[in-house]
């Protein structure tokens, strides 16, 4: 570990005593098994956004779910008898919340007004790449040629995926691609972070903080935009699976699995979204599935397998 990657680990931890190693375990099967359901269930939140935006107002919509995965992580916590953190790491935590939760949250529901969801998921595919520069920028990951043709591969495989109908390039159509640009950086940039965090603290509370901060910073502008709001039963329905589900439980495992992997691997799940995004329009909505598919659904599983080196066919090592 470099030495400017131990003073930016030790700015992190709670308790001095408590250490955890920056190296990571290598990328196992169970790790790309949980890779594709964090895609899974992180691929259908796009069509719940269109739903529960119009009808709750980005603001508000933000601020419900974060005050439902707050809500479900405390009862966690709660049965797992696991304690809050200290005082003094909630600021640290404030910014993690700002980062991954507060400001993607509230562009994605923004741009959720405008844009199809397909649009969206396909420039959230951009955060791995963000994550890749800025875990590199940090000092923290080496920007290797192999991850940089996983990340090439990973924009043109979601290319060729998702076949996005013609949409009118107007002023608040490229706003809303801007928007999902920027919240994707944020994700990108806010992961290393997020890596720091799960190597000073246990990843439920530290999830349950995130989300309590995330509320708290919400509260006033999710105040003053509820009277403007129009809730239908849809859209309360779609919040309440992208509060407890999508964001509070899944924000958790992917903590847990950020743990042992690294950051840009774990963000690599936003290529595999999109792909999700196609096969949930096929089972529910009845939108066409086609073999022009397959080349692009190969190319963003190829780009995940080479940022996070995951290789099925290498052999375990031998046991001692």
Do not use: D
């Not at 990657?5 to 005593?17: L, T, Y």
């Not at 990951?141 to 290319?159: D, H, I, N, W, Y």
């Amino acid at each position: 570990m470099t030495a400017r990657a131990e003073r930016n680990v030790s700015s992190f931890h709670e308790h001095p005593a408590q250490s955890f190693s920056l190296s990571t375990h290598p990328m196992h099967a169970r790790h790309f098994i949980q890779l594709i359901a964090l895609s899974a269930l992180w691929g259908a939140s796009f069509p719940l956004l269109r739903i529960a935006s119009p009808a709750l107002g980005p603001w508000l919509l933000a601020g419900l779910r974060c005050l439902l995965a707050a809500v479900v992580l405390a009862v966690l916590m709660r049965a797992l008898r696991q304690r809050w953190p200290a005082r003094a790491a909630w600021p640290r935590l404030a910014l993690l919340s700002l980062l991954t939760v507060v400001t993607p949250f509230v562009l994605f529901n923004w741009a959720a007004l405008v844009i199809p969801a397909g649009y969206s998921a396909v420039l959230n595919a951009t955060a791995p790449l963000f994550g890749v520069l800025g875990a590199a920028v940090a000092g923290e990951e080496r920007l290797s040629a192999r991850r940089l043709l996983g990340c090439a591969a990973g924009f043109t495989g979601v290319a060729l995926l998702v076949q996005l109908g013609p949409v009118a390039v107007t002023p608040q159509v490229v706003l809303a691609a801007l928007a999902c640009t920027v919240a994707a950086a944020s994700y990108g940039f806010g992961a290393i972070l997020m890596k720091r965090a799960t190597l000073a603290y246990f990843p439920l509370p530290a999830s349950a903080a995130v989300h309590v901060a995330a509320t708290l910073i919400l509260l006033l502008p999710a105040g003053l935009a509820a009277p403007a709001a129009q809730p239908t039963l849809g859209a309360l329905l779609a919040v309440t699976v992208l509060g407890t589900i999508t964001s509070g439980f899944m924000y958790w495992i992917s903590m847990r699995l950020m743990r042992e992997i690294p950051a840009s691997a774990a963000t690599s799940a936003a290529f595999m979204i999109p792909l999700f995004g196609v096969t949930w329009g096929g089972l529910f909505l009845a939108e066409p599935v086609t073999a022009s598919m397959l080349p692009g659904g190969l190319l963003v599983l190829a780009a995940t397998a080479l940022i996070t080196g995951f290789n099925p066919f290498r052999r375990a090592p031998a046991k001692p």
